[in-house]
C-alpha cells in the first residue's frame, strides 16, 4: 500500500488567518485528492490536485478559501486560508492510481486544525 | 448527484452477535469501498469489492456487493469489542476517481 504522511499533524490557529497544510507520498501517483471530514461527519470532497494544472474544485468549495498546489506526482498542498471556527475538521489526502493497483485509494493520516 | 446511504447510523451490539451494514448507492458503479476509521485516527481500507457477486471476508467481517441492486452488505460474525469503530461504505464513479462516503456505522460492541 502507499505510505502516505501529512504536515502538521494538528494544529490550532487564530481566526482569519491561514495554513499550509502537506501531504507526500512515498511513490509516484496518478491521483490526489483533498477531503474534509467535520467533527461528527463523513468525509467531503474539497477537490482533486492534477499535476502541473490548476486543482478541479466541488460544488461548495472554491480556489481563494482552499488554494492547492500539486508540482510532481508525490506531493501536494492544500491551504486553508483566512480561517474561521467553521474552518475547524480533519483535513485528508488521498491517493489512487499507484502502479498496478489503480483502484485502491490510500488516506493519508489527516490533520486535525482548530480555529479558534 | 450520486448518493450514497448507510445503515444503521448507530449500531450497539452485544458481543458474539452478528448483524449486517447496509450501503445502497443511487448511481451505477463496479466499485464498492469499505473503510474502518477508529476515533481520531484515519480511515484504514478494509475491502474493495471490483464487480458484481464480489465477495471478500477478513476475520469476522464479511462484504458483498450486488451491483444489480446497487447494495453492498458488511457482515459482522461473533462480534468482539475491538470491532467497535466507524464504518463507511464509499462509491467512485470511474476507477481513480474521488470517493462518494456514506454517512458511516458507529458501531459499539458491549460485553
Known amino acids: 500500500s502507499a505510505v502516505i504522511s501529512q504536515k502538521p499533524s494538528r494544529d490550532i490557529c487564530q481566526r482569519g488567518t491561514s495554513l499550509t497544510i502537506q501531504c507526500q507520498v512515498d511513490s509516484q501517483v496518478t491521483m490526489m485528492f483533498w477531503y474534509r471530514q467535520q467533527p461528527g461527519q463523513s468525509l467531503t470532497l474539497i477537490a482533486t490536485a492534477n499535476q502541473g494544472s490548476e486543482a478541479t474544485y466541488e460544488s461548495g468549495f472554491v480556489i481563494d478559501k482552499f488554494p492547492i498546489s500539486r508540482p510532481n506526482l508525490t506531493f501536494s498542498t492544500l491551504t486553508v486560508s483566512n480561517m474561521s471556527p467553521e474552518d475547524s475538521s480533519i483535513y485528508l489526502c488521498?491517493?489512487?492510481?499507484?502502479?498496478?493497483?489503480?483502484?485502491?485509494?490510500?488516506f493519508g493520516p489527516g490533520t486535525r486544525l482548530t480555529v479558534t | 448527484e450520486l448518493k450514497v446511504e448507510q445503515n444503521p447510523l448507530f449500531l450497539s451490539m452485544q458481543e458474539g452477535k452478528n448483524y449486517t451494514i447496509y450501503c445502497n448507492y443511487s448511481t451505477t458503479s463496479d466499485r464498492l469501498y469499505w473503510y474502518r476509521q477508529d476515533p481520531g485516527k484515519s480511515l484504514e481500507s478494509l475491502f474493495v469489492?471490483?464487480?458484481?457477486?464480489a465477495v471478500k471476508q477478513e476475520g469476522r467481517l464479511m462484504a458483498s456487493l450486488d451491483t444489480k441492486a446497487r447494495l453492498s452488505t458488511l457482515h459482522i460474525t461473533a462480534a468482539v469489542h475491538d470491532l467497535s469503530a466507524t464504518y463507511f461504505c464509499?462509491?467512485?464513479?470511474?476507477?481513480?476517481?474521488?470517493?462518494?462516503f456514506g454517512k458511516g456505522t458507529s458501531l459499539l460492541v458491549t460485553p
Open positions: 464509499a462509491v467512485d464513479l470511474n476507477s481513480g476517481y474521488a470517493l462518494n
Open positions: 469489492l471490483l464487480s458484481n457477486g
Open positions: 488521498s491517493v489512487s492510481g499507484r502502479a498496478a493497483q489503480i483502484y485502491e485509494q490510500y
